[in-house]
């Protein structure tokens, strides 16, 4: 209850001068209020209207406990606006029966993610994921979708397989993958450099750990162009490139051999 | 204490990561399950963008741009096996293509409370021309209009006629 009552304080230096990203069961709130608003969300779909509001009221009071945990910055509430945009994405996905409207839900979901990657500075892979999942993905998906529906309902759409449990695991994932996340060293705190051998590295830095460069190397080399995203890609990774175009390309026969009608002769 | 923005990253990340994981429990059509899928990928990517920006160099972007890559052969790919699999069974239920699990569980009985149209049960009446005690009806004996074709021998009723 911490950061509730951190939110009824209307103190602007307190309110910047919170204590963001130390783990505490307090987290477990938001999470469990979202499980709980999946569930009855899907049971509502088939129930009614009622149960449906019931659970995207559920669903906004966990996104608005989740806000207590974030930083208010401009930049975050943006990002965090994106964020739930692509968790109520989500939640439609899961909950809709339509297939088609699940589709749907999916395409808001990734293109919300495209604004969070925008938002830290991927622009060319944001556009990509664009293209890729909501341009192409979506639309084939959505063509086989149509070709395989019928007027009605099918059972297999409308019977999801047990979702309580897959609630309980997918609850126990998220939770320890906040915990994990939010763990004191979970990760390092300052930026290191890792294009470089760790010798290198260390030979270079003039830090007492060893690896941590000082700050002026790491402005310069932060990444902030497309364009040396690019150069990164076709001198350092070339091999990986080349690798994923012949992949790409097994793939599309592979795929072409799959889907063609077989012949007569061959049955 | 941490950078917060990559913190909340990955915890977004992992939100992600678990919707597809439900959805890929839970969803029984196999276009869903495949969406849901891409959407754990969609979290990986997440997860290495966020981890791009932290160190501030583009060892992460170049990788989740291999995952894209990648995720995008598996589209094509799982697209066609949907396409082949659809042209056998007519049907795009998982549970349809469940040959290799235990013999021993039973089926799980499909009941669809709203959906569920059940065949109507007409009463059977023997057809003609069999005893009803000393001979059974056959089992596919439909008893509906012009089920049974009825042959009118002609020459016997004009025998018996006669």
């Not at chain 2, 990788?63 to 697209?79: D, F, K």
Request: proline letters at 4%; charged letters at 10%.
């Amino acid at each position: 209850m911490n950061s509730l009552l951190i939110l009824a304080q209307t103190d602007p230096q307190l309110w910047a001068s919170r204590v963001t990203g130390t783990w505490s069961l307090t987290m477990l709130l938001p999470i469990l209020l979202g499980a709980a608003a999946y569930l009855i969300i899907q049971e509502g779909v088939t129930r009614g209207l009622r149960w449906v509001l019931l659970g995207v009221l559920c669903l906004i009071g966990s996104i608005g406990l989740a806000v207590t945990f974030i930083p208010t910055s401009l930049d975050a509430w943006i990002l965090f606006l994106f964020c739930s945009l692509a968790t109520g994405g989500g939640v439609a996905f899961l909950t809709a029966r339509e297939p088609v409207y699940a589709a749907l839900g999916f395409a808001t979901s990734v293109l919300s993610t495209c604004g969070v990657l925008f938002m830290q500075s991927a622009l060319f892979i944001a556009a990509a994921t664009m293209i890729v999942y909501a341009g192409a993905t979506i639309i084939i998906f959505l063509f086989v979708l149509m070709f395989a529906q019928q007027s009605e309902l099918r059972a297999y759409d409308v019977r999801l397989t047990n979702p309580y449990l897959a609630a309980a695991i997918g609850l126990i994932v998220m939770s320890s993958i906040a915990y994990c996340v939010t763990a004191d060293g979970a990760f390092p705190n300052t930026k290191r450099d890792t294009t470089r051998s760790l010798s290198e590295a260390m030979s270079m830095s003039s830090s007492p750990d060893g690896l941590t460069l000082p700050a002026e190397v790491l402005t310069s080399n932060t990444p902030q162009a497309t364009s040396g995203l690019g150069r990164s890609l076709y001198t350092d990774y070339l091999i990986a490139v080349e690798l994923a175009g012949t992949v790409l390309l097994v793939a599309t026969i592979g795929a072409i051999a799959l889907a063609t009608k077989p012949t007569a002769e061959a049955n | 204490m941490h950078d917060s923005t990559t913190q909340n990253l990955l915890v977004f990340a992992g939100l992600l990561f678990s919707v597809g994981l439900v959805g890929f429990l839970t969803r029984r059509s196999l276009i869903l399950m495949f969406l849901s899928l891409e959407m754990m990928l969609a979290g990986v990517s997440v997860n290495l963008i966020a981890f791009s920006k932290h160190y501030g160099n583009y060892q992460g972007q170049v990788l989740a741009i291999m995952v894209l890559s990648i995720a995008a052969c598996e589209a094509a790919i799982a697209l066609a096996l949907v396409v082949s699999l659809y042209r056998r069974k007519a049907t795009l239920d998982v549970k349809e293509w469940g040959d290799l699990s235990e013999t021993i569980v039973p089926k799980e009985v499909e009941t669809v409370g709203s959906m569920e149209t059940e065949a109507p049960s007409f009463p059977t009446l023997t057809p003609a021309g069999l005893d009803p005690l000393a001979d059974p009806v056959p089992s596919e004996f439909k008893a509906e209009l012009g089920a049974v074709p009825v042959i009118i021998d002609k020459k016997v009723e004009a025998s018996s006629n006669v």
